[in-house]
């Protein structure tokens, strides 16, 4: 090949990845984010004592949610924060794992998401969380009878309102240390730190976490790469156990047993508690 030759081929190869970055920036929150716009249908979760709610996020946005009572007055209370595809109808499956084990729910959907208005952003979510647990207190329901549970996406949200205040255990489920680091392992060859929008940064906040901490893991996980959620579970400074599925993938935990070992989890973490206590 000519020196021509090379800086023609080295200008188009230069050109083709400018448009492939450029591409990725302008696309970045399509890719990050994949609702259902779709309303969500109570019903079809297969348990008739589901009520939705609606409420407004911290900057006016309206929201629904659905809200599960716990078996006895005294039950522990998920707080939900789902993962970034599909919509809270998705979580059925979740919603009657929790109902066998006697638990309440509300999981919160985000704006952009389940008949939602609005667009999906890191802040936006923000806010949709803590006005799902602002939601969840006006219920009646304590931090010594909520268990924040977080799936994927959702573990960072949860980590940001553990990091503020105190819950009777948390759930991260296929947890990552950011979104950027994740964004890497799929696109080496780009700067995505430069590009990136959104970057759901949880590894330095991790270690604010004061509560109970169950990390999650599929073996073969695809999305989130298990050494990534072990490195958010080893950040982890207060109580922690991490529990791992060596043949699941990122959306199957619950088929190898994830919400029977999150159940355990809490009545240990709650006994010890209340053993605590002078």
């Known amino acids: 090949?000519?020196?021509?030759?090379?800086?023609?081929?080295?200008?188009?190869?230069?050109?083709?990845?400018?448009?492939?970055?450029?591409?990725?920036?302008?696309?970045?929150?399509?890719?990050?984010?994949?609702?259902?716009?779709?309303?969500?249908?109570?019903?079809?979760?297969?348990?008739?004592?589901?009520?939705?709610?609606?409420?407004?996020?911290?900057?006016?946005?309206?929201?629904?949610?659905?809200?599960m009572p716990p078996a006895q007055p005294d039950g522990m209370v998920v707080l939900y924060l789902h993962g970034n595809a599909g919509h809270i109808g998705y979580r059925g499956d979740r919603l009657r794992s929790f109902h066998a084990a006697g638990w309440g729910a509300f999981l919160i959907e985000y704006r952009g998401y389940g008949g939602n208005p609005g667009k999906p952003t890191e802040a936006g979510l923000v806010l949709d969380a803590q006005a799902g647990l602002a939601r969840l207190?006006?219920?009646?329901?304590?931090?010594?009878?909520t268990v924040l549970w977080g799936e994927s996406l959702g573990s960072h949200l949860a980590v940001r309102l553990a990091a503020a205040q105190p819950f009777a255990a948390v759930i991260l489920e296929s947890p990552f240390t950011s979104v950027a680091a994740l964004a890497k392992s799929f696109y080496p060859f780009v700067p995505v730190d430069l590009l990136l929008k959104d970057r759901f940064e949880t590894l330095p906040r991790i270690a604010a976490v004061?509560?109970?901490?169950?990390?999650?893991?599929?073996?073969?996980?695809?999305?989130?790469?298990?050494?990534?959620?072990?490195?958010?579970?080893?950040?982890?400074?207060?109580?922690?156990?991490?529990?791992?599925?060596?043949?699941?993938?990122?959306?199957?935990?619950?088929?190898?047993?994830?919400?029977?070992?999150?159940?355990?989890?809490?009545?240990?973490?709650?006994?010890?508690?209340?053993?605590?206590r002078p």
Not at 137 to 145: E, T
Not at 230 to 258: I, M
């Open 1 to 67: 090949m000519t020196l021509r030759a090379l800086a023609v081929f080295l200008a188009i190869a230069a050109l083709f990845y400018v448009a492939f970055a450029g591409m990725l920036y302008a696309g970045q929150r399509r890719l990050l984010y994949v609702p259902d716009p779709a309303p969500p249908d109570p019903s079809r979760a297969g348990i008739g004592d589901i009520e939705v709610l609606h409420l407004d996020s911290g900057d006016g946005a309206p929201l629904i949610a659905w809200y």
């Open 137 to 145: 207190r006006g219920l009646g329901v304590p931090p010594q009878r």
């Open 210 to 276: 004061r509560s109970p901490v169950l990390v999650l893991q599929g073996g073969r996980d695809r999305l989130v790469p298990p050494a990534m959620s072990r490195s958010v579970y080893e950040a982890v400074t207060a109580r922690k156990e991490l529990w791992t599925a060596p043949e699941a993938d990122h959306n199957d935990l619950g088929l190898f047993g994830a919400v029977e070992a999150a159940v355990a989890f809490v009545q240990r973490a709650t006994l010890d508690a209340a053993q605590a």
